[in-house]
């Protein structure tokens, strides 16, 4: 019970960065913001389902995917502090066209749509919350894409390691090559090149 408060106070301390939140308003956040703890590979959302559910991480890694032709094309992976959800199926309530799962055991504070909709009504800072959460969605894809077609492969690596140091031990090689829109095979070649310039920029700074 008391790990589930000090929780809640990580989830307040991101909400406070858009809209700092009343006591009464922390109520709120408690009465529908329910913690739960899901194993690896836990399937969060199938494609096809409509997307019910706005996902708080609070730790551990969680995988955005879609597939063509039966192979899984990995489109985001979401860390500590993130919100996870279909934003297309949320919003219109349609079908979800990407899959969700869990990429390790995960902590999560989780809400319903009909949860968020009552907060919506009810709150007027809920209102800027939620657009603040589709635009930083949306800018986030939109940043990656715009990667995708002006970074090599080697760039996006990089960008993507110097972000976030501990991926490697954190998701699987074949998730992360595809993530990058490159082959496994390509991906050892870029490790090992970027190694090899990681070891070079140290040697440089000791001489």
Request: glycine share 2%; aromatic share 14%; with cysteine.
């Amino acid at each position: 019970m008391q790990q589930e408060i000090d929780q809640y106070e990580k989830l307040f301390q991101v909400l406070d960065r858009v809209v700092i939140l009343s006591k009464q308003q922390q109520e709120n956040v408690r009465k529908f913001f329910k913690y739960r703890e899901f194993s690896k590979d836990y399937q969060l959302l199938k494609q096809g389902e409509i997307s019910n559910y706005l996902y708080f991480l609070v730790k551990g890694v969680v995988r955005q995917f879609y597939c063509v032709e039966d192979k899984e094309i990995t489109s985001r992976f979401a860390f500590e502090d993130d919100f996870i959800y279909s934003p297309h199926s949320f919003i219109l309530r349609k079908p979800s066209k990407e899959s969700i799962k869990s990429v390790s055991n995960c902590q999560f504070f989780v809400t319903t749509y009909e949860g968020l909709q009552y907060l919506y009504d009810n709150d007027p800072a809920w209102n800027k919350i939620g657009r603040l959460l589709i635009e930083h969605y949306y800018i986030e894809l939109a940043e990656w894409a715009f990667l995708m077609k002006t970074q090599t492969a080697f760039e996006r690596y990089e960008d993507l390691v110097q972000r976030h140091p501990d991926i490697l031990d954190r998701v699987k090689l074949g998730h992360l090559a595809s993530y990058l829109g490159i082959t496994q095979e390509t991906l050892s070649r870029i490790r090992a090149r970027y190694r090899n310039q990681q070891r070079r920029r140290h040697l440089a700074q000791e001489i």
